[in-house]
T-cell receptor, first 111, second 113 residues
Framework: DAKTTQPNSMESNEEEPVHLPCNHS???????IHWYRQLPSQGPEYVIH???SNVNNRMASLAIAEDRKSSTLILHRATLRDAAVYYC????????????FGKGTRLHILP | DAEITQSPRHKITETGRQVTLACHQT?????MFWYRQDLGHGLRLIHY???????NKGEVSDGYSVSRSNTEDLPLTLESAASSQTSVYFC????????????FGPGTRLTVL
């Protein structure tokens, strides 16, 4: 399976935008890019996913590079409740439905 | 509202005992998964099922077993609990298709003394 690379941790100020990067240079044409996050003491929750085009939902935006070798999760206005571990995951639509989680990026929000 | 629940939420047991953790979902999802998460680490897949009577081993399946007799439940059994199995266990479910999101339960904190 194609792998992703994320920074171990990032910091951001409250009420400012946050850009969480993810590199996936070996991505295949059938891989979806998924993002999950895990708030403290909770199970992971889905954030967003995309294939080729940029995507927006109520939680975040996903910007995908034209060559699809990298992507960025954008939180437009971070709050303290966004402090979590964010996981970038590739999922091949033609293969297993399981998810193998990496280590993710721990996002700290400074008040 | 549909949901996924886990029980118990906290469990303390002794080395060598058999332990079963319950996972129940009301979405009628075909896929169900069990993960463990140790302090400071990410989630690791233990076992998963794509439907009734189907079970598959994940990354760290040794010492664990699952069975799927209906759509709603995937119990996880530790045949003979070991201290190395002290962890937080998360259950998840999803519809078929790798693009579908997984919904996670609240977790069970298991301590093996």
């Amino acid at each position: 399976d194609a792998k992703t690379t994320q920074p171990n941790s990032m910091e951001s100020n409250e009420e400012e935008p946050v850009h969480l990067p993810c590199n996936h240079s070996t991505i295949s044409g059938t891989d979806y890019i998924h993002w999950y996050r895990q708030l403290p003491s909770q199970g992971p929750e889905y954030v967003i996913h995309g294939l080729t085009s940029n995507v927006n939902n109520r939680m975040a935006s996903l910007a995908i590079a034209e060559d699809r070798k990298s992507s960025t999760l954008i939180l437009h206005r971070a709050t303290l409740r966004d402090a979590a571990v964010y996981y970038c995951i590739l999922r091949d639509k033609g293969r297993d439905d399981k998810i193998i989680f990496g280590k993710g990026t721990r996002l700290h929000i400074l008040p | 509202d549909a949901e996924i629940t886990q029980s118990p939420r906290h469990k303390i047991t002794e080395t060598g005992r058999q332990v079963t953790l319950a996972c129940h979902q009301t979405w009628n999802h075909n896929n169900m998964f069990w993960y463990r998460q140790d302090l400071g680490h990410g989630l690791r897949l233990i076992h998963y099922s794509y439907g009734v009577q189907d079970t598959n081993k994940g990354e760290v399946s040794d010492g664990y077993s699952v069975s799927r007799s209906n759509t709603e439940d995937l119990p996880l059994t530790l045949e003979s609990a070991a201290s190395s199995q002290t962890s937080v266990y998360f259950c998840a479910s999803s519809e078929r298709g790798a693009y579908n999101e997984q919904f996670f339960g609240p977790g069970t904190r298991l301590t093996v003394l």
